[in-house]
């Protein structure tokens, strides 16, 4: 290559260099417009907070009819305990007075 052709290549090359960076910039300035548009319609648009409210109504009163069923269940099984705990302490003091008057 003779040395005036060098020069010109890299004119050329420089030349083409600047116009793809300024392609670059401007699709960049592209995208960075795009962004800021669907991040105002994203914060400008509301959330379903009714929908939200709704399913967590739903959930705190599946978990309170939960709560309330076992309740009972603790309720009931706690009367059985009692009653049998009665039963067998008239048993055992049967028991005992039995012994004591010589019955056994």
Same mark, same amino acid.
């Given at each position: 290559?003779?040395?005036?052709?060098?020069?010109?290549?890299?004119?050329?090359?420089?030349? &083409?260099?600047?116009? $793809?960076?300024?392609? %670059? /910039?401007?699709? *960049?300035? =592209?995208?960075?417009?795009?962004? !800021? +548009?669907?991040?105002?319609?994203i914060l400008?648009?509301?959330?379903?907070?009714?929908?939200?409210?709704? &399913?967590?109504?739903? $959930?705190?009163?599946? %978990? /309170?009819?939960? *709560?309330? =069923?076992?309740?009972?269940?603790? !309720? +009931?099984?706690?009367?059985?305990?009692?009653?049998?705990?009665?039963?067998?302490?008239?048993?055992?003091? &049967?028991?005992?007075?039995?012994?004591?008057?010589?019955?056994?």
């Amino acid at each position: 290559m003779p040395m005036r052709e060098i020069p010109k290549s890299v004119e050329d090359i420089e030349s &083409e260099a600047e116009k $793809i960076l300024e392609e %670059a /910039r401007t699709k *960049a300035n =592209e995208i960075l417009l795009k962004a !800021k +548009k669907d991040v105002k319609e994203i914060l400008s648009s509301q959330l379903p907070m009714d929908e939200v409210k709704t &399913e967590c109504q739903e $959930i705190i009163g599946k %978990a /309170r009819a939960g *709560a309330d =069923e076992k309740s009972k269940d603790s !309720k +009931k099984k706690a009367s059985k305990i009692r009653t049998n705990a009665d039963k067998k302490i008239e048993e055992v003091v &049967e028991h005992i007075v039995s012994i004591i008057i010589g019955a056994k």
